[in-house]
């Protein structure tokens, strides 16, 4: 499973790269407890599980950088209410009450850690859109409304001007604006993760795990270079699960590619209208997440497919990276052709019906991820509570989690990936005006 992320990734080249960060070497080594993945949930795991066994030892490995992976890619949106996730129907009502019980569960959980440790990441409470320049798809933001107001979630309409105004571009002419919801920065998050993990915590990076296996009650992990034996494993590689053979028949994973502007100088930003921080979530599922950040520059998702998720060669990264500067000339046409400053790929791991995985898989193995896009604050919620659960606790959270509809099966290869092919296909192509 080893991982080839470019480096063209503006939140992380931002900050500059981390030093002095350990590998693992051609030894043995041996914990209590090994956590496998160290992004936004695999760091949570173990600060927890140190919480709770701060004599116990706890290694937490990771195939690339910890934190380079989806969790500093993202589009930085915490959210507390979806879309485009198959829960929006009135006869649902109670599956989308539980996805949103998770979701604020989540938001709790980073604020919280943001509030404990005094961490910087760029935190507005600033809600979101989700918009159309589509005027018949004010039906869709009409009955996702009501399924809002059955659950008291503050929300409002706007058309063409009130979106101009609030966003400084004249594309959309339908939206719903709600309340709830956070933008941030999602790489100064996940560093901020990685620099207070306390001190029983061993993260060994670039350190890529070939195999495992369960001998008797110790679980025994081969790595490129090195062994690790320990007493029990969580794994957190969320978009690379299958890939290491859990829940084989319960998630894949999708590659994405976003590009980010330089920051609008002066005068551009005084074209547009002089906006203020915002976020906006497309209604059809394949058209475009877009946002302006509070250093003025503007952030664009337009691309979902099924790609391999190790790596995306620079040529192939430069077609998306086109497919982006189309979407923002669509949107802010005044700009200048070459704004954008960079490119690149992240994988998110989706199951059938959009629930996330979290469960004991056997007496000493367990799994958190499969977030569909929701990774922030579900992760770091998911990453707390499966460390809980492994040390044989419970807790309200965790109840509210195994409420949640279980992941439902998937056929095998080649039939699964012909099939998400041919429904992503379809949806690019109902939301072709949007992207």
């Known amino acids: 499973m080893e991982v080839f992320n470019d480096k063209n990734c503006s939140w992380l080249n931002n900050l500059g790269p981390r030093k002095n960060f350990k590998t693992l070497k051609n030894n043995t080594y041996n914990c209590d407890w090994l956590i496998v993945g160290a992004g936004y949930t695999g760091l949570s795991a173990a600060r927890k599980l140190a919480q709770l066994h701060s004599n116990k030892k706890i290694i937490i490995v990771d195939a690339q950088l910890a934190g380079e992976g989806a969790s500093a890619r993202n589009s930085g949106y915490l959210v507390d209410t979806t879309l485009n996730d198959g829960f929006t129907s009135n006869k649902d009502i109670e599956n989308y009450k539980k996805k949103s019980d998770i979701y604020s569960l989540g938001i709790n959980a980073v604020k919280r850690f943001i509030g404990e440790h005094q961490v910087e990441c760029e935190w507005n409470e600033c809600g979101k859109y989700f918009v159309s320049s589509k005027e018949f798809d004010k039906k869709i933001l009409i009955n996702f409304s009501k399924t809002l107001s059955k659950l008291n979630f503050n929300h409002i309409f706007l058309g063409n001007k009130e979106l101009k105004q609030r966003l400084g571009t004249s594309f959309y002419n339908v939206g719903l604006y709600t309340h709830g919801g956070i933008l941030l920065n999602p790489a100064k998050l996940v560093r901020s993760m990685i620099d207070i993990l306390p001190k029983n915590v061993e993260l060994y990076e670039n350190s890529c795990l070939?195999?495992?296996?369960?001998?008797?009650?110790?679980?025994?992990?081969?790595?490129?270079?090195?062994?690790?034996?320990?007493?029990?494993?969580?794994?957190?590689?969320?978009?690379f699960l299958k890939s290491l053979g859990i829940k084989i028949r319960y998630n894949f994973p999708i590659t994405l590619t976003a590009s980010m502007t330089r920051s609008l100088n002066d005068e551009e930003f005084k074209s547009i209208g002089e906006p203020e921080e915002w976020g906006v979530l497309p209604v059809r599922p394949m058209g475009a997440t877009v946002r302006m950040t509070k250093d003025r520059r503007i952030l664009i998702r337009n691309t979902a497919e099924v790609y391999n998720p190790y790596h995306m060669p620079q040529s192939e990264l430069n077609k998306r990276s086109f497919k982006q500067r189309i979407g923002i000339k669509k949107r802010f046409p005044g700009l200048p052709d070459d704004i954008i400053e960079s490119s690149w790929s992240g994988i998110v791991s989706r199951t059938r019906n959009s629930s996330q995985i979290f469960e004991k898989i056997d007496d000493n193995i367990f799994v958190a991820g499969c977030y569909n896009g929701s990774g922030i604050g579900v992760g770091t919620l998911f990453g707390e509570q499966i460390a809980i659960k492994a040390s044989n606790e419970n807790t309200s959270e965790i109840e509210t989690i195994e409420a949640r509809n279980k992941p439902t099966w998937l056929p095998p290869d080649p039939f699964l990936t012909l099939g998400v092919r041919a429904r992503l296909i379809y949806e690019s192509f109902r939301a072709k005006s949007e992207i």
Not at 214 to 228: A, H, P, S, T, V
């Open 210 to 239: 070939l195999n495992w296996i369960k001998e008797k009650d110790i679980i025994i992990c081969d790595f490129k270079l090195g062994k690790i034996k320990s007493k029990k494993i969580i794994f957190a590689t969320n978009g």
